[in-house]
């Protein structure tokens, strides 16, 4: 587990705040068939954490969102659903009230949700290029009800990213809430956050769905040196 861990918490079969941090594999594609059809052929693996990126799916109505759900289920792949920009609220309650394992949606939606499910875990995210916002508000979010927290912030140079580091370590200490820090720019920052702090990292699939985000074996390779 990262150095300054949080609290054990499940997203399906998984159990985030164990021996390594949880390689969360980030995909998108044309539509849920094309998704699914590389999954039954294990072109895809069964045995990831998926975080699958709605919103960069070319089809991507209601319909297809809750078709994606069932083929999910049904196969017994664990993920995180995740829908950035118009209309997130509406994706978001369907894959609540369809119980999908977790949902990664903005801290401004979370008092709009109408809705909440034991089973479907909650992931509040924030994201920012300004360092000083991403820490006020992450100290707003260690307090709330969701079940995990997520920041994530663009840097420049090393130094701004390993000051940030060490305030979020500040924070870990006395803060167990699980959470994940995603610092934007160079890829092997993404790696010490997942030594250091973050519960989960997130790893690109065919394409990466943020910048800097690299292979799932980058992360494995990296956590075999740092976690000897």
Avoid at 130 to 148: C, E, G, I, K, Q
Avoid at 197 to 204: F, G, H, N, P, Q
């Amino acid at each position: 587990m990262p150095l300054y861990s949080g609290d054990k918490l499940n997203i399906g079969k998984f159990v985030i705040g164990n021996a390594m941090p949880i390689v969360v594999t980030s995909v998108f594609y044309e539509d849920v068939d094309t998704f699914v059809d590389k999954l039954q052929t294990k072109i895809l693996s069964d045995k990831n954490l998926y975080e699958i990126r709605f919103d960069m799916f070319t089809e991507r109505e209601i319909s297809d969102e809750e078709e994606l759900i069932s083929a999910m289920r049904e196969m017994d792949i664990d993920y995180i659903f995740t829908y950035r920009g118009k209309d997130a609220l509406k994706y978001y309650e369907t894959a609540i009230k369809k119980m999908a394992p977790a949902v990664d949606l903005d801290m401004s939606l979370i008092d709009k949700l109408e809705q909440r499910s034991r089973v479907t875990k909650i992931i509040g995210s924030y994201h920012t290029s300004d360092a000083a916002a991403m820490m006020s508000a992450l100290d707003r979010m260690m307090n709330s009800d969701v079940d995990m927290v997520k920041v994530a912030c663009s840097y420049s140079d090393d130094q701004e990213f390993l000051a940030d580091l060490n305030r979020i370590i500040d924070v870990r200490r006395d803060k167990k809430k699980p959470m994940a820090f995603i610092p934007m720019g160079r890829t092997f920052w993404r790696a010490i956050a997942g030594y250091y702090v973050s519960d989960i990292v997130y790893a690109m699939g065919d394409r990466p769905t943020a910048y800097g985000q690299p292979k799932a074996d980058y992360y494995y390779d990296a956590f075999k040196i740092l976690f000897q």
